[in-house]
């Protein structure tokens, strides 16, 4: 069974950069999308951003411009750089695979100080 393990999650001050990765246990045979989500106690699993299988980028409104997705394709892993943290991007992270299956890591804390 396909897992997915995230990594790179951590504490930071607001201002600064964290970067985040998933790796697939094993290779999926087929990906339509490989994205990130997060959640707070207080709000449902929400959206941040996702790459299509050929390449194109989308970015929740509250992160575009701060955020970078990318992915290595033959690695089956996606990347999430963070730049300009702010205290509300303080959650826990879930990156997403959906493609031959609906696959979910199983989430890393990000805190931001101010």
């Known amino acids: 069974q396909v897992q997915l393990v995230e990594s790179g999650g951590g504490l930071v001050q607001s201002g600064g950069s964290l970067s985040l990765s998933c790796a697939a246990s094993e290779s999926i045979r087929r990906i339509y999308t490989m994205g990130w989500y997060r959640q707070t106690p207080e709000k449902q699993r929400e959206f941040v951003a996702q790459m299509t299988s050929n390449g194109i980028a989308q970015y929740a409104d509250s992160v575009k411009g701060r955020f970078i997705i990318s992915g290595d394709r033959a690695k089956n892993t996606v990347y999430l750089h963070m730049n300009s943290l702010k205290p509300e991007d303080t959650a826990v992270y879930y990156c997403?695979?959906?493609?031959?299956?609906?696959?979910w890591g199983q989430g890393t804390q990000v805190t931001v100080s101010s």
């Open positions: 997403n695979v959906i493609g031959s299956g609906n696959y």
